[in-house]
T-cell receptor, first 112, second 114 residues
C-alpha cells in the first residue's frame, strides 16, 4: 500500500514564525501536492510538483512556498505565519497524471 | 476547463436505507472521475475510480457510481447505509492532460441516523 506520511498531526505556532510542514511518500511517485482544507471551502490547492526541483503554483499560493529536493519529500513553508493560515493541511502524491492521488492524514495547524 | 459540482452539501439518511450523493462534472476531454471519502480528522481515501472502461464502477464498502456522459453525471450510490458511512465525500475529475492536478468538488457530508 502507498503510504504518505505527514510529519505532524497537530501543530501550534505563533504569528510571524517560519513554519515547515513535511510530507514523505514511499512509492516513488512523480507528482506531489499540498492542499489546505477549510469548512465550507473544500480542498484548495496551494502548490504542486510534478518532478524533483519542479514546482507549480496552485489556486492559493500567496504566503506559501515549497521545496522538493528529493523525489519522496515535498515540504510546505509558511514564510511568516499569520492567523488566517490556521487550517488543515493535506499532502498527496500520485504516480503520474490521470491516476488517483493518495493522501496523508493531514496536519491541523493553529497560528496564534 | 474542468469543474465539479456536488449538488448537495449535506445528505441525511436512516441506517439501512439507500444512499445517493450527486455529482455533475464539466470537462473538455474524456475525463477520469473519482470519489473519495474523508472520516473526521483523517486524510482522503479513494472509494472508486472511472477511467473510460465500464460505466458502472464498483468501489469499496459497497459503494458504486455510474458514469453518464449524456448527463455529465457521476452519482455515488449504496443500497443500504451503515453508521460507519457517516463522513465527507468528494467527487473529483481529471482531464489527464499534461500534469494538471485533480479538481475537487466542495464535498457532501453524509449523516446516518440510527
Amino acid at each position: 500500500d502507498v503510504k504518505v506520511t505527514q510529519s505532524s498531526r497537530y501543530l501550534v505556532k505563533r504569528t510571524g514564525e517560519k513554519v515547515f510542514l513535511e510530507c514523505v511518500q514511499d512509492m516513488d511517485h512523480e507528482n506531489m501536492f499540498w492542499y489546505r482544507q477549510d469548512p465550507g471551502l473544500g480542498l484548495r490547492l496551494i502548490y504542486f510538483s510534478y518532478d524533483v526541483k519542479m514546482k507549480e503554483k496552485g489556486d492559493i499560493p500567496e504566503g506559501y512556498s515549497v521545496s522538493r529536493e528529493k523525489k519522496e519529500r515535498f515540504s510546505l513553508i509558511l514564510e511568516s505565519a499569520s492567523t488566517n493560515q490556521t487550517s488543515m493541511y493535506l499532502c498527496a502524491s500520485r504516480p503520474w497524471r490521470d491516476q488517483p492521488q493518495h493522501f496523508g492524514d493531514g496536519t491541523r495547524l493553529s497560528i496564534l | 476547463a474542468q469543474s465539479v459540482t456536488q449538488l448537495d452539501s449535506h445528505v441525511s439518511v436512516s441506517e439501512g436505507t439507500p444512499v445517493l450523493l450527486r455529482c455533475n462534472y464539466s470537462s473538455s476531454y474524456s475525463p477520469s472521475l473519482f470519489w473519495y471519502v474523508q472520516h473526521p480528522n483523517k486524510g482522503l481515501q479513494l472509494l472508486l475510480k472511472y477511467t473510460s472502461a465500464a460505466t458502472l464502477v464498483k468501489g469499496i464498502n459497497g459503494f458504486e457510481a455510474e458514469f453518464k456522459k449524456s448527463e455529465t453525471s457521476f452519482h455515488l450510490t449504496k443500497p443500504s447505509a451503515h453508521m460507519s458511512d457517516a463522513a465527507e465525500y468528494f467527487c473529483v475529475v481529471s482531464e489527464g492532460i499534461g500534469n494538471t492536478p485533480l479538481v475537487f468538488g466542495k464535498g457532501t457530508r453524509l449523516s446516518v441516523i440510527a
